[in-house]
């Protein structure tokens, strides 16, 4: 089997409306069709009698109906499963690829780290690749003198810049290839998975690297199959199934549907998209950022605020079990969702199991407001192995836990797993099903996510 791009007759196009100043990408009704042939000869039975009528092979749609704009200074990650789009989809923005139908508008230089090394000449030593590839980006010579050695401290790659690529180890070209491409100056970044690759201490100075980007007021696509990437560099996020853009909104809200995607038996697309309820009811999460800014007294005698009930809670599963009466107790026993820092505490759900379940695991998470995960608990990574719970008990599962976090607000998960049909399953999982607020215990000022229990002390030794 193979796949060629088609050749496409002239269409009549329709004029679309410039974007407006502050869009830097828009694409609209953007497709893209390859050509798929069973056999050889039917490709080059296209190629000629195509303008005839006469057409071999079938259609395969990569990308179909994509309308999005990306304006200066955001940054919008992609995520989706393998083959849904997502690279096809950078390819055309970065015009490597040209779409079948639709338009792609894109302002200012864009550096594309698509697949890094792709443009290298391997006969080419690294510093004749340098040059190589700043004049293809469109710097002039003396631009890429002034920045050369900026590019080559950063590759690292000490006496191998001046031996050529072809014996350079992988790690190497992606060095010297995200180097040049973050010296450009772009005015638009698109990366497509490369801060996965190299060293600990590389990915580290690529992250460096992209947040000073960001800082700039650069404009980043971001594609990575790690949610916690995105949550992290992204304020907003695109969803592609089958090459459609089925959600569009806030990373946090985003990176849970790709999840329910990922995670549950969701075959029906239509099921998919129903989760955007939850995505327009969202308001880009403004009616919980008042959680964190407004002033609350609460009595430490009951701990508990009622406006920490509204959430919008995503469950899914494949109907084997059912999570139920999720509370979190102090250790006097109170139901409570304000918290101490430092205090301990017990987070407790039960779960009614609705048919036979097999290789049981009961998990939770703790994650911060915009997503990030904080810590997650397995009972299988405890040492609990729970081989199998008859149809229709009842569980009581509880995590005993030292709130050792800064003062912030947090959501917490419940999940129970079982082993369906040779794999690992969800039978429910709640997600952000209690969200909390932990408060200091002392008037000192905290920073970051987690609460060391610190204690500072000097002397003079000299």
């Known amino acids: 089997m193979t796949v060629t791009a088609p050749e496409v007759a002239p269409q009549e196009t329709t004029l679309l409306s410039p974007p407006t100043d502050d869009v830097v990408i828009s694409v609209r009704n953007a497709g893209k069709m390859y050509r798929i042939y069973d056999r050889p000869q039917d490709r080059l039975k296209h190629m000629l009698l195509w303008r005839f009528g006469r057409h071999y092979g079938r259609e395969f749609w990569a990308l179909r109906n994509v309308s999005f704009e990306v304006r200066r200074g955001e940054t919008v990650g992609i995520i989706g499963r393998n083959g849904s789009g997502k690279s096809t989809l950078l390819q055309i923005i970065a015009g490597t690829l040209a779409p079948t139908e639709g338009e792609v508008q894109v302002k200012g230089r864009v550096a594309a780290l698509l697949e890094l090394g792709s443009g290298f000449n391997p006969e080419f030593t690294g510093r004749e690749n340098v040059y190589l590839n700043g004049a293809i980006l469109g710097l002039s010579r003396e631009e890429i003198d002034a920045r050369f050695d900026d590019i080559a401290a950063f590759a690292d790659i000490g006496e191998f810049i001046d031996q050529p690529v072809k014996f350079y180890s992988s790690g190497m070209v992606v060095r010297l290839a995200f180097a040049v491409q973050a ?147 102090d250790e006097n026993g109170r139901c409570v969702n304000v918290l101490v820092m430092g205090d301990k505490y017990d987070f407790r759900y039960k779960v009614r199991f609705i048919r036979d379940s097999f290789c049981i695991s009961f998990g939770m998470m703790l994650k911060t407001l915009s997503g990030i995960d904080v810590s ?28 050792n ?58």
């Open 183 to 329: 010296h450009v100056s772009p005015d638009i970044l698109i990366v497509d998975e490369a801060l996965a690759v190299g060293d600990i201490a590389f990915q580290r100075k690529c992250f460096a690297s992209v947040r000073r980007f960001q800082n700039n007021g650069g404009t980043l696509l971001l594609v990575a199959h790690d949610t916690q990437t995105i949550v992290q560099n992204c304020n907003r996020c695109l969803l592609l199934s089958n090459g459609l853009i089925v959600a569009d909104g806030p990373s946090k809200s985003i990176t849970d549907v790709y999840q329910k995607m990922m995670y549950s038996n969701v075959d029906d697309l239509g099921e998919l998209i129903d989760s955007k309820a939850l995505l327009e009811k969202d308001d880009d999460f403004d009616h919980q950022e008042h959680f964190i800014h407004r002033h609350v007294v609460v009595s430490l005698q009951s701990l508990f605020d009622p406006q920490l009930l509204d959430i919008r809670e995503m469950s899914y599963g494949n109907g084997d079990a059912e999570i139920f009466d999720v509370t979190m107790l």
């Open 405 to 462: 976090v800064v003062p912030a607000v947090y959501f917490l998960n419940a999940g129970v797993t079982g082993f369906v049909n040779g794999k690992q399953t969800y039978l429910h999982r709640r997600v952000d099903v209690a969200m909390i607020r932990v408060i200091p215990k002392d008037d000192r000022q905290y920073y970051g996510i987690a609460s060391l229990e610190h204690r500072f002390c000097y002397k003079v030794i000299q």
């Open 376 to 403: 997650g608990i397995s009972s299988d990574r405890e040492g609990f192995s729970i081989d199998s719970i008859r149809s229709g008990s009842v569980v009581e599962v509880s995590f005993s836990l030292r709130m």
